[in-house]
């Protein structure tokens, strides 16, 4: 595993600096718990950005994909209109990030794209038991929730039957990290919202991905 020091990109780049800082946990599927992953400035504008209600919602019956059509991906056109937006995908799609994700957790990035998304969940939602295999090479849930009760709101890691043993943190701008694999269950157990849960989820998709619009940059070969 390489270490903290082999990267002179740290004081630059704060994914890179919570990854190197953090240990993987094994239990019960490998992943790492980070913090402070986005500049503050970054973090910020995801904050105040509001978009159109059309985005936000609660039950959409345990998947995300039943509210296709109501999803907010940080598309090349949002980026060319928001410089904070702009500056999320640079972060993530340069050569040291993806140096250290395969580097540190051992993703398999090579013409891998990058797919960002903005999820906005109320009260009713839920998600039931999932791994991300497939197209996706990594994962990257990064919790944007405010308030009190937002600590609570993290994602929740499950066995392969579904029972959850561990909750991410949901604390401000914490972030769950994990190489989608057969074990990787997990999901969002119903519970209370009492504000919006404001995720951003970060993959890097392999180029089997068809839904091409929904990406941040294209291909990018490693």
Known sequence: MAQAAEYPFMETNCVIAALAATPVTPRPFAHWQLY?????????????????PHFMGGDSGGQRAGRNGH?????????????????????????????????ICGAHLENAALRLELCLDTDGFWLEPHT??????????????????????????????????????????????????AQSWHGFVPRPLAATRRTLI??????EWRATEELARRIQAV
Do not use: C, H
């Not at 986005?38 to 950005?49: F, G």
């Not at 928001?82 to 994700?101: E, H, S, Y």
């Not at 066995?159 to 043993?165: I, L, N, S």
């Not at 970060?202 to 180029?207: A, R, T």
């Open 132 to 181: 991300d295999i497939g197209a996706k090479r990594l994962t990257l849930l990064v919790s944007l929730s405010m308030g009190a009760q937002a600590a609570e709101w993290g994602t929740d890691l499950m066995t392969p039957r579904g029972e959850p043993v561990a909750r991410a943190s949901g604390v401000f701008n914490a972030g769950l990290l994990f190489i989608p694999s």
């Open 71 to 103: 999803r907010l991906f940080i598309t090349p056109a949002l980026q060319a209109a928001g410089t904070a937006l702009a500056q999320l995908a640079d972060l993530f799609d340069n050569a040291q990030t993806r140096a250290a994700f395969t580097d």
């Open 36 to 52: 402070d992953v986005l500049p503050a400035p970054v973090a910020a504008a995801l904050v105040a950005w509001v978009p159109d």
């Open 202 to 207: 970060v993959n890097y998709v392999g180029p």
